[in-house]
């Protein structure tokens, strides 16, 4: 994403849910600085190439910064070394996370309690809160716990013993396996599945031995799963998601890993079992990791990188198999000159 939002539809219309807010107001959330009239008030946020009087907009790229005076946009954010002597500023540290903040401000609903749909099925000995939305179709197993201000999406199935803790959102058809315990303030996607065995068998010469799989999914608070992932189950122990997680749709996480906190998954990444990924790290779209890898925190794993031996922290790989990112670029650049190179070996040798 640029600095003026590029690739959001620019035929919509700004997002408000109501409130008006002060650009002071809006200062005091993000940690901003008003340049201009404080009291300027803004009713919704914009792209820029959309944006109309009573919006707030993002002009954080140089292309938007030079067009801040024909745009019809109540107020902007920008970084902190702008100016314009036509605009009400907003000046951050960083524009793109005051927008995210603002965006979140202007769009969040306060929890409307639907209660217990008539067509949910609920298990013997549940314990659910008061404040609580479960939809029609909803399977609640035996003995599960679902605190305040949770919803459970249509067609969702929820095991045995699982907890969900307070203000998560399980959107239609998650499956939940027996056991599974989520935080505060988790969300998870459609048709993704929490729990199901992790992927371990023994051969004896003749057919696969299951390994039976008896542990759990432990995941932590305001962690974010899109659609149709898989975590799976331990054989021993717990596979842990620790708080802050965010993952894209299509990831699939194996039996007894551990992802550190505040880390990035992107879309159709396959992580075998046992594999320990750091804190604070981003891990590319379709990268692969062999099993019982350590990553350390801060790494960083490039797209479609095979990762098959520990990963220090700091680290940048990429490649298969995956190494140094800088070594990687060195030997592709080198790969491309290939066919020149021997081009020139052959007619040296005529």
Known sequence: MDGGLRGVDHRSQAISNGPMFSLSELASLVGGEVVGPEDTVVSGIAPFD?????????AAGAKYLRSLETCPAAAAIVPRHADSPAKPLLRVENPRLAFALILDRFTRQPFDPLGISPLASIGRDCRIAERVSIHPFVALGRNVVVEEEVTVGPGTSVGDDCRIGRGS??????????????GANVVIHSGTVIGADGFGYVF??????KIAQTGCVEIGDEVEIGANCCVDRATFGATVIERHVKMDNL?????????????????????????????????AGQAG???????????????????????????????????????????QAALRRLPEWMERRRRSGE
Not at 204 to 209: A, I, K, Y
Not at 306 to 318: I, N, R
């Open 251 to 283: 990831v699939h996480i194996g039996h007894n890993c551990r992802i550190g906190e505040n880390t990035i998954i992107v879309g159709c990444v396959g992580v075998s079992g046992s594999v320990e990924i750091g804190r604070n790290c981003v891990v």
């Open 50 to 58: 959309s944006a109309g009087p009573g919006d707030i907009t993002l």
């Open 204 to 209: 004896d010469g003749t057919r696969q031995v």
């Open 169 to 182: 959102t399980l959107h239609a058809n998650v499956t939940l396996y027996p056991g599974v315990r989520l």
């Open 289 to 331: 990791f062999a099993d019982h890898v350590k990553v350390g925190d801060g790494a960083k794993i490039y797209a479609r990188a095979a990762v098959f031996k520990d990963v220090p922290s700091g680290g940048e790989v990429s490649g298969v198999p995956a190494q140094d990112n800088r070594r990687e670029l060195k030997m």
